[in-house]
């Protein structure tokens, strides 16, 4: 059974930082490119980040840029979202996803190239 797990979420200040997790069990992505998601009580769920199978090359949403890193390491099929200077907007589920498509140079920012979701993992940003 495929599964991802996220982990690192919590509470914290404004201006504060959180590192999450995704681990992954059951089959391995390391072929695959992988995204973290949010979403807001009340919004949609939205793209933050995303990163190539090889970790090459990463691609963010305009308001995290310069503030999130999303990284992986193939050998423990883990992908992670260090998240500095935080804000109350940041607060969301996030959600960690993985790719459809095997060996592609592009990190995809739209929900229906990842197939594979994680549960969740509250950040809550206080100001």
């Known amino acids: 059974q495929v599964q991802l797990v996220e982990s690192g979420g919590g509470l914290v200040q404004a201006g504060g930082s959180l590192r999450l997790s995704c681990a992954a069990s059951g089959r391995t992505f390391s072929s695959h490119a992988m995204g973290w998601f949010r979403q807001a009580p009340g919004k949609e769920r939205e793209f933050v980040a995303a990163i190539t199978w090889s970790g090459s090359s990463t691609h963010y949403v305009d308001s995290v840029k310069g503030r999130f890193t999303i990284s992986r390491d193939n050998a423990k099929n883990t992908v992670y979202l260090q998240m500095n200077s935080l804000r109350p907007e940041d607060t969301a589920v996030y959600y960690c996803?993985?790719?459809?498509?095997?060996?592609?140079?592009?990190?995809?920012?739209?929900?229906?190239?990842?197939?594979?979701w994680g549960q969740g993992t509250q950040v809550t940003v206080s100001s």
């Open positions: 996803a993985a790719g459809r498509r095997s060996y592609s140079n592009r990190a995809y920012y739209t929900q229906d190239e990842y197939v594979y």
